[in-house]
């Protein structure tokens, strides 16, 4: 493999969670990787999509980019934005939802009794702010975005 410095690269999909292709072309920027010759694997980069830095070993590539992969790159970032606001305010909104049922669940159970039906209505209130949860965490992480903490 040649040197990859200030080359764009496409990462692996499992990298990204399957996001799609245009999701995931990286700017290599430095590290032992990019060099060819090198022993070492870290490479350091940014994604182009969403402008964040990222560390990746030489062999989570999957190749060089393309002129073609470049090009549907740039059509596909005229559709779809990783910062469009309204996108931050709809993931605000169901962290309340989900905060708002969790609270309203522990209010239940602070009550000394509770009827079968409150319990029923209960279950099912966190069955779906578990689900919704779990729905915003796929959804962010098809698209590339990464626990920072891991």
């Known amino acids: 493999m040649e040197n990859l410095k200030g ?3 496409l990462a ?3 990298i990204f969670d399957n996001a799609p292709e245009e999701e995931r072309i990286i700017l290599c920027t430095g590290g032992f990787g990019c060099d060819a010759d090198s022993i070492g694997r870290k490479i350091f980069g940014k994604t182009i999509f969403s402008n964040k ?5 030489r062999s989570n590539i999957e190749r060089v980019a393309t002129e073609e992969d470049i090009h549907n790159q740039k059509e596909y970032m005229k559709i779809h934005k990783p910062t469009d606001p309204l996108r931050f305010e709809e993931i605000e909104r169901r962290f309340r939802v989900v905060e708002e049922t969790q609270l309203n669940i522990l ?5 000394k009794r509770i009827s079968d039906d409150e319990k029923f209505t209960m279950r099912q209130n966190l069955l779906f702010a578990m689900d919704r949860t779990r729905f915003l965490i796929n959804d962010l992480l ?7 903490n891991e």
């Open 7 to 9: 080359k764009k690269v």
């Open 12 to 14: 692996k999909a499992d």
């Open 53 to 57: 830095d990222i560390c990746i070993t």
């Open 107 to 111: 209010e239940t159970l602070k009550k």
């Open 142 to 148: 098809s698209r590339g975005f990464k626990n920072e």
